[in-house]
Each structure stands twice: as structure tokens, then as C-alpha cells.
């Protein structure tokens, strides 16, 4: 069965640090970018991450370049997100998702993205 599974979700004080997982199942991981989206209530899907196939190649959003890190284990067929200095404006549900590509393309378009998980709810408040 495909899927992807995000865990590692929860509450933290401003400051803190969550590593979020991305388990995927069903398909050729290795074929795949792996992109990290968030959505905030009341606002837009956005670009965060993404990774490439191989994991040589990585971008990040403005809002959390420095402070996150995407990484990914083809041979666990996980990506990982880290996220550390957490802000309350980083609270979001956070979804990964694949794309059927060697690198990630600009503009985090989630049309080009054809597997999603679930998403994990992400809360950073005092």
C-alpha cells in the first residue's frame, strides 16, 4: 500500500527544537524528491523543505532557513525534518510529500506532488 506517514509532532515552548519523520511505503523512494509543507489555519499550504532523491541537494523556505534542517535515509525510506529555535508562527499542520523527481523544483507548486501523508500537527506556544 502507498503512503507516506509523518510523526514526531507536538507542543513546544518558543525556542524549542521537534524532529518531525516522513516513513514512506508503496513506492520507489529512491526515484523521489520528498518535499515538507505546513499549513496554518485560515492560511495557504506552503513550501518549507524539500530534498532531492539523494538527499545531495536541499532548499528551504526563507522564514526557516537556519533554523531547519531536511535530511532523508533511503535506505530507511525516511526524510527527516528538523526544527530547532521554534517560533509560535512556525504552528502548522506539517505534511511531507513526493514528487516524482531526481531534485526539487522551485516555487514548492503542490500540484507537482503526487503522494502526501497525513500531516502531523505542529504547536509552538508558551
Known amino acids: 500500500q502507498l503512503q507516506l506517514v509523518e510523526s514526531g509532532g507536538g507542543l513546544v515552548q518558543p525556542g524549542g527544537s521537534l524532529r518531525l519523520s516522513c516513513a514512506a511505503s508503496g513506492f520507489t523512494f529512491a526515484y523521489y524528491a520528498i518535499g515538507w509543507f505546513r499549513q496554518a489555519p485560515g492560511k495557504e499550504r506552503e513550501g518549507v523543505s524539500c530534498i532531492s532523491s539523494s538527499g545531495g541537494s536541499t532548499n528551504y523556505a526563507d522564514s526557516v532557513k537556519g533554523r531547519f534542517t531536511i535530511s532523508r535515509d533511503n535506505a530507511k525510506n525516511t526524510v527527516y525534518l528538523q526544527m530547532n529555535s521554534l517560533k509560535p508562527e512556525d504552528t502548522a499542520v506539517y505534511y511531507c510529500?513526493?514528487?516524482?523527481?531526481?531534485?526539487?523544483?522551485?516555487?514548492?507548486?503542490?500540484?507537482?506532488?503526487?503522494?502526501w501523508g497525513q500531516g502531523t500537527q505542529v504547536t509552538v506556544s508558551a
Open positions: 510529500a513526493a514528487v516524482r523527481a531526481f531534485y526539487c523544483s522551485p516555487g514548492y507548486v503542490p500540484g507537482e506532488y503526487v503522494y
